[in-house]
């Protein structure tokens, strides 16, 4: 039997999933503070300009109403995000959109739409940049320059950073082109993405002159929105005090926005004297935040005649909106996924993010890597077919294995076997089977079947030196009670954090799983333990944890009764807790902390862009079956199947819930979001026109776990939480292609797109329809 206090491994119910299902649980619109009054945003209008006028109806009473624009602001009226040129508020000229230029606070939130409608803003309006391509252009006005402030950005116009990333013999890469047996060229895009939180964003700020700043929010990264209050208000960090309330979903959508309506809130709070709540409905959140970046990739490969890789060329571009907010980091992130989990002899990587002017793009799920990934699992499969390859035998032959080195030059030492995973995959999906069956049944049927996969991996942490730089810290204090209780600044917004840290403080500690408390956010009263992001809490904050329960376990080792060394049961729970309260009235208190330790083998060099990316990986093989109705010309996935190696599985309920979530939003960035932007702005930006999958679209999808430990995570656990949106997008249309011999390129893939294609002809363009050797996939050189 296994050991009663035993809970790594295992399903313990959520630690705040009781209040979730009684209705106690309280986010934040629930919350009502004395005094407290209400806040709204002025956005523009139009996408580029100079503000000329602001002018406000007289009908309004506007002297119950208080008005802060940016000669209001204490200190700098920018965001900071990596760099300084987002603006906290603009005052004379507007950038994209929906850009904020006026707040107003009131007592009764009923009159503030009207009040809204009533600000009248006059513009000189200026030619705006829409596209990668429009930004890109030599002729393109400049649209955006770093703040004199930042001294790392590029020196291209309307670049927010650049990267370039070489391995093997790039030096040769020209006569490796030269006497290729193939040469495979293709451009991939995707599309924007809403993250679509069950709760919109939303904050209560509150201002002291003598305390400070308080804000109550709805967000992923406490101490992102305290470094942002510090500029704004020109404050010391002590006070720039952020709570986190019980948040209803993020995605990446928290982890940044929340330093705007913040700082917004705050900003109100300190004009007005009073508490002010600024809770979005979904058309402002939708119109007015962060999205996933729009990208273009672009494929040239060297390929010999029996499938190997030679060579690549990969060019990586990402539209990041009209600010940089965290573009330069998923730009890095998408740049190092680009290779995916394959060898290549020699490769160069380019990687720009563009400034165009729609409302900044930021963090979602994934963070760069499903665009690359997506253009590379497509790019594989074109090349299978011009060799004559089938798509898994071209990534046999080509996978990485142990010993092997990434493209950023990091040997693998973890036990990873892509050729297990990849037959166990393709068996338990019966992907061969199906691909049989839907080659005898297409031909007569106006459903087309078909079946496709994606192979591909993760990096669980931050980008490179990222986790040195973040320095991240940890305790766990024992309360009066005698009970241990987590302190860190990782926040539960619906994935599982509280959940699984408790397990692994339980686990360590050797006691019950119920005995283990942690706190809410509290930057007054948590250290900093880094943002909750870059699928790093399991991992890294876990591992904090673990060692932080170690160390509080060997303080109260001469209060422990003694057992031997082969003793499962080292003591009891009422024996820790006496051991607890025997240590606190001797010392009064107990803080454990355990502060992130690079390993020694985890090095990278931002100069050459090389090194030891992550500190470890995780792997997986996705398999899609899919359905083409040749009459109505929609494609749906109908049956998927996700196999992933992700270290020591800490909750297998949760876990699974995370892929399965993951899936749900892959099948929607493939096949229905698609972002309608109209000068800049998002013109379907509610639920009945931005259309994303329902429970009553998906497939079953079917789960399966390999668990090989990994020493940088408690108990052997790696990150999972963005690698499930990384694999089905290319996996789906690698199936539609399956099915109708059409190699799509760009997601969303709506009906109208593929009626486009499956209607016209090869004169007017559909060149893939029917390829052959002799067609547009490549170009044929003689060794």
């Known amino acids: 039997m296994p050991d009663l206090l035993q809970t790594v491994g295992f399903s313990p119910i959520r630690k705040e999933g009781a209040a979730k299902v009684l209705g106690q649980a309280k986010y934040v619109d629930d919350l009502s503070f004395p005094g407290m009054w209400f806040g709204a945003t002025v956005r523009s209008s139009i996408a580029r300009g100079r503000i000329v006028s602001i002018t406000f109806d007289p009908a309004i009473p506007w002297d119950e109403f208080v008005i802060v624009t940016a000669a209001d602001i204490p200190g700098q009226n920018t965001i900071v995000h990596l760099t ?21 606070a009131h007592p009764d939130r009923a009159v503030l739409p009207a009040a809204v409608a009533g600000v009248h803003i006059t513009y000189k309006e200026l030619p705006g940049v829409f596209t990668i391509e429009e930004s890109e252009a030599p002729n393109a006005p400049a649209i955006w320059s770093p703040a004199p402030a930042d001294h790392q950005h590029s020196t291209q116009k309307n670049t927010f950073k650049t990267y370039l990333m070489e391995s093997g013999d790039t030096s040769n890469l020209d006569h490796i082109f030269a006497t290729a047996d193939y040469i495979v060229e293709g451009e991939y895009r995707t599309g924007a993405q809403e993250q679509l939180y069950i709760e919109n964003n ?13 804000v109550h929010g709805s967000l992923q990264c406490p101490y992102y929105l305290v470094h942002a209050l510090e500029l704004v208000f020109n404050l010391p960090e002590e006070k720039c005090r952020v709570i986190q309330t019980e948040t209803g979903g993020a995605f990446g959508g928290k982890e940044d926005f929340p330093s705007v309506i913040g700082s917004h809130a705050a900003l109100l709070a300190m004009k007005s004297g009073h508490p002010v709540k600024i809770c979005y409905d979904r058309a402002e959140d939708m119109a007015g935040t962060t999205k996933r970046h729009p990208s273009r990739s672009r494929h040239r490969t060297a390929v010999s005649k029996d499938g190997k890789i030679l060579a690549g060329e990969i060019d990586f571009a990402l539209d990041g909106g009209a600010y940089a907010t965290l573009t330069p980091v998923v730009l890095s992130r998408g740049t190092i996924h680009a290779p995916g989990p394959y060898h290549w002899p020699a490769l160069r ?7 165009t002017n729609l409302p900044p793009h930021g963090a979602f799920r994934g963070f760069g890597a499903p665009q690359s990934i ?20 071209l990534r046999r032959r080509n996978l990485l294995g142990i010993g092997d080195h990434t493209a950023t030059g990091q040997l693998i030492t973890d036990t990873v076997n892509m050729q297990h995973l990849l037959t166990r995959a393709l068996d338990e999906s019966s992907y061969h089977a199906k691909r049989a069956e839907f080659a005898r049944t297409n031909p007569s049927s106006p459903i087309k079947r078909g079946m496709g996969f994606a192979t591909f991996f993760h990096g669980a942490g931050f980008t490179g030196s990222g986790e040195r730089r973040l320095n991240s810290l940890v305790h766990i204090e024992l309360t009066p009670e005698g009970r241990p209780q987590i302190l860190v600044s990782a926040t539960e917004f619906g994935q599982g954090t509280n959940t699984i840290l408790c397990q692994v403080a339980a686990e360590t500690l050797h006691l019950p799983y119920e005995d283990v408390l942690i706190a809410q956010p509290d930057t007054s009263h948590v250290p900093n333990s880094g943002p909750t992001v870059a699928s790093r809490t399991a991992m890294i904050v876990g591992k904090l944890v673990e060692r932080a329960s170690q160390s509080l376990r060997n303080t109260l080792s001469p209060y422990l009764p003694s057992t031997s060394e082969t003793s499962t049961t080292p003591y009891t729970p ?12 001797e010392h009064g208190t107990l803080v454990a902390s355990a502060r992130y330790e690079a390993p020694g083998d985890i090095l990278w060099d931002d100069e050459s862009y090389r090194g030891a990316a992550y500190p470890a990986y995780a792997w997986a093989v996705y398999v899609a079956e899919v359905a083409v109705d040749t009459t109505t010309y929609s494609a749906t996935c109908t049956d998927f199947y996700a196999l992933q190696e992700v270290g020591k599985v800490l909750h297998p309920v949760l876990a699974k819930g995370q892929i399965e979530g993951g899936v749900a939003q892959g099948i929607g960035y493939a096949l229905y979001e698609k972002c309608v932007w109209q000068k800049g702005h998002m013109a379907n930006n509610q639920m009945t026109n931005y259309i994303m999958p329902t429970s009553a679209d998906l497939p079953p999808i079917r789960v399966a776990f390999e668990e090989i430990p990994s020493v940088h995570g408690p108990f052997g656990a790696k990150g999972i939480g963005e690698l499930p949106m990384d ?7 690698n199936a539609i292609e399956d099915a109708t011999g059409i ?12 009626f486009e294609r499956m209607t016209s002809t090869p004169e007017s363009g559909s060149e893939d329809l029917e390829p052959t050797n002799a067609g547009p996939y490549f170009s044929e050189t003689t060794a």
């Open 84 to 104: 300084h040129d987002h603006r906290c508020l603009a005052s004379d000229r507007v950038n994209h959109p929906d850009e904020p230029i006026l707040l107003l």
């Open 202 to 214: 939303g904050v209560i700020a509150e201002y002291s002159a003598t305390d400070g700043v308080t």
């Open 349 to 355: 990587v380019r990687a720009k993010a563009m400034a």
């Open 374 to 393: 997506f253009a590379t699992e497509r790019h594989m499969n074109k090349i299978a077919k011009v060799v004559g390859l089938s798509p898994e035998e």
């Open 574 to 585: 009422a024996e820790f807790r006496s051991a607890a309260l025997a240590y606190l009235a």
């Open 727 to 733: 694999g089905p997008a290319p996996a789906i249309l």
């Open 743 to 754: 190699a799509f390129t760009e997601i969303p893939l709506l009906p109208e797109d593929i």
